[in-house]
Nanobody, 115 residues
Framework: QVQLVESGGGSVQAGGSLRLSCSASRNYFRTDVMGWYRQAPGKQRELVARITGVGITDYADSVKGRFTISRDNAENTVSLEMNSLKPEDTAVYYC?????????WGLGTQVTVSS
């Protein structure tokens, strides 16, 4: 069973920055995709950003230009640098790992952006 451990959530004012990190209890595989999703109260979980094992990235339109996803294959960690945060970015952020054997989720970390 793969475990994902997130860190870095918190509260910030609009315009501020936060960095989320996630560590996977699994060695790096080129075919793995790591990413971040978020779920706001009363809304469905949505993709924020993801990155393949060779560094190809994909972002939700709402975060393009503000968020940056990166990956350390040696440590099998994924990070999300979030800048110019907006109140609508408030949500629980979940780390996600997709492998050939299945998908795994972290427990989530709260991000709260106040206006």
């Amino acid at each position: 069973q793969v475990q994902l451990v997130e860190s870095g959530g918190g509260s910030v004012q609009a315009g501020g920055s936060l960095r989320l990190s996630c560590s996977a209890s699994r060695n790096y595989f080129r075919t793995d995709v790591m990413g971040w999703y978020r779920q706001a109260p009363g809304k469905q979980r949505e993709l924020v950003a993801r990155i393949t094992g060779v560094g190809i990235t994909d972002y939700a339109d709402s975060v393009k230009g503000r968020f940056t996803i990166s990956r350390d294959n040696a440590e099998n960690t994924v990070s999300l640098e979030m800048n110019s945060l907006k109140p609508e970015d408030t949500a629980v952020y979940y780390c996600n790992l997709i492998t050939r054997g299945g998908a795994y989720w972290g427990l989530g970390t709260q991000v709260t952006v106040s206006s």
